[in-house]
């Protein structure tokens, strides 16, 4: 299992008001551990005011680089952010696990040419995609509609419009804006219109290898509807959710009693008692088990484990695969036990 290595922070940059770029240094003897796939993420571990704080942010920057960047939205009552935006500096440390997830571009030998979608902080994956496009094949192309309240608002404004201006030939941005008439932008959200515009309209001869989607939850929902709609098969639609809609209301039925819980992490196996209606992760934190974990709301895959004996039930998916399921993966934090004894390891993933 990836454990936290402290690093330090090389550059801190003012994207919007309330957004950030952080850049961290990568000692020569973890290059290798923190080398990444365009689209990955990484957590940050922080202890404040006596509580420890994780949280999963997607990089920004390109491969290529010998430094990682991030892109850091400060949140209402979002304890980091704030900390993030007031308080760190360079030359301070943070533990940072090494990057994960699977909203990712693999670059091959022929060009690629790729449509995504983002709204607010979920330009920050796609950015990196988009320069890993660019740099895989002088041939491909990149087709970006990004939505924001205004321009001022918008992250990596400055960066996006000198790609462009780079690579004019294949490299097409749309802003939309919803608060604030822009020049160079349409103004409202991205809706149905919106996406038939760009696919339809300005590159209705376009052949698109695959789709890329992040942002909050009712817009990647209407993004994707909308390219089934145009008949773009299912598996060139990858997706990001960087907020997720409430999961208290579509809870399993779970059943009364209680789970022996055995827990495989880090090749030390650990033995509990749990209720059925507690989610796998809640139950394994409050033992004070070190088990991998950062957004807790089934956002990222960060807590994902195999079962090896028994059955849960998540409450919400939007990450794992049918196949995935079937293999017996589950997001913990997710997860409720349905049989008496569950084993769950995670380090078999």
Same mark, same amino acid.
């Given at each position: 299992?990836?454990?936290?290595?402290?690093?330090? +922070?090389?550059?801190?940059?003012?994207?919007?008001?309330?957004?950030?770029?952080?850049?961290?240094?990568?000692?020569?003897?973890?290059?290798?551990?923190?080398?990444? +796939?365009?689209?990955?993420?990484?957590?940050?571990?922080?202890?404040?005011?006596?509580?420890?704080?994780?949280?999963?942010?997607?990089?920004?920057?390109?491969?290529?680089?010998?430094?990682?960047?991030?892109?850091?939205?400060?949140?209402?009552?979002?304890?980091?952010?704030?900390?993030?935006?007031?308080?760190?500096?360079?030359?301070?440390?943070?533990?940072?696990?090494?990057?994960?997830?699977?909203?990712?571009?693999?670059?091959?030998?022929?060009? !690629?040419?790729?449509?995504?979608?983002?709204?607010?902080?979920?330009?920050?994956?796609?950015?990196?995609? &988009? !320069?890993?496009?660019?740099?895989?094949?002088?041939?491909?192309?990149?087709?970006?509609?990004?939505?924001?309240?205004?321009?001022?608002?918008?992250?990596?404004?400055?960066?996006?419009?000198?790609?462009?201006?780079?690579?004019?030939?294949?490299?097409?941005?749309?802003?939309?804006?919803?608060?604030?008439?822009?020049?160079?932008?349409?103004?409202?959200?991205?809706?149905?219109?919106?996406?038939?515009?760009?696919?339809?309209?300005?590159?209705?001869?376009?052949?698109?290898?695959?789709?890329?989607?992040?942002?909050?939850?009712?817009?990647?929902?209407?993004?994707?509807?909308?390219?089934?709609?145009?008949?773009?098969?299912?598996?060139?639609?990858?997706?990001?959710?960087?907020?997720?809609?409430?999961?208290?209301?579509?809870?399993?039925?779970?059943?009364?009693?209680?789970?022996?819980?055995?827990?495989?992490?880090?090749?030390?196996?650990?033995?509990?008692?749990?209720?059925? !209606?507690?989610? +796998?992760?809640?139950?394994?934190?409050?033992?004070?088990?070190?088990?991998?974990?950062?957004?807790?709301?089934?956002?990222?895959?960060?807590?994902?484990?195999?079962?090896?004996?028994?059955?849960?039930?998540?409450?919400?998916?939007?990450?794992?695969?049918?196949?995935?399921?079937?293999?017996?993966?589950?997001?913990?934090?997710? &997860?409720?036990?349905?049989?008496?004894?569950? !084993?769950?390891?995670?380090?078999?993933?």
């Amino acid at each position: 299992m990836a454990d936290f290595h402290p690093l330090t +922070v090389k550059h801190i940059k003012s994207l919007t008001p309330n957004s950030l770029a952080i850049t961290f240094s990568i000692p020569k003897e973890l290059i290798q551990t923190f080398d990444f +796939v365009p689209g990955q993420y990484i957590t940050v571990k922080k202890e404040i005011k006596g509580k420890e704080l994780r949280r999963s942010y997607s990089i920004c920057s390109s491969p290529r680089s010998d430094c990682f960047t991030i892109g850091v939205k400060k949140v209402d009552k979002g304890v980091f952010t704030h900390f993030a935006h007031t308080q760190l500096k360079v030359g301070d440390t943070l533990e940072v696990m090494p990057p994960e997830g699977r909203f990712t571009f693999h670059a091959t030998d022929r060009p !690629k040419t790729i449509a995504a979608f983002a709204a607010g902080s979920g330009i920050t994956p796609i950015m990196s995609i &988009a !320069k890993a496009v660019l740099d895989s094949h002088p041939e491909s192309r990149f087709v970006l509609v990004y939505g924001n309240k205004s321009f001022e608002q918008t992250m990596f404004y400055t960066e996006l419009v000198k790609l462009e201006l780079e690579h004019s030939d294949r490299f097409f941005t749309y802003f939309v804006t919803s608060q604030t008439q822009e020049d160079d932008s349409r103004f409202g959200r991205i809706d149905t219109a919106m996406v038939n515009f760009v696919l339809k309209n300005k590159h209705a001869d376009t052949e698109f290898d695959a789709y890329y989607l992040c942002g909050p939850e009712p817009m990647i929902n209407l993004v994707s509807d909308t390219l089934k709609e145009n008949e773009v098969p299912k598996d060139k639609i990858h997706f990001e959710l960087f907020t997720s809609s409430g999961i208290l209301d579509e809870l399993p039925v779970t059943p009364e009693g209680m789970t022996q819980l055995h827990v495989t992490v880090d090749d030390e196996v650990f033995d509990l008692t749990m209720d059925k !209606k507690e989610r +796998v992760l809640d139950a394994v934190l409050k033992e004070n088990i070190d088990a991998p974990y950062s957004c807790q709301g089934g956002v990222c895959s960060t807590c994902i484990a195999r079962v090896t004996e028994g059955k849960a039930e998540m409450a919400k998916n939007q990450i794992l695969t049918d196949g995935e399921i079937e293999e017996g993966f589950i997001l913990t934090c997710q &997860a409720h036990p349905l049989t008496s004894v569950l !084993k769950v390891d995670y380090d078999d993933v």
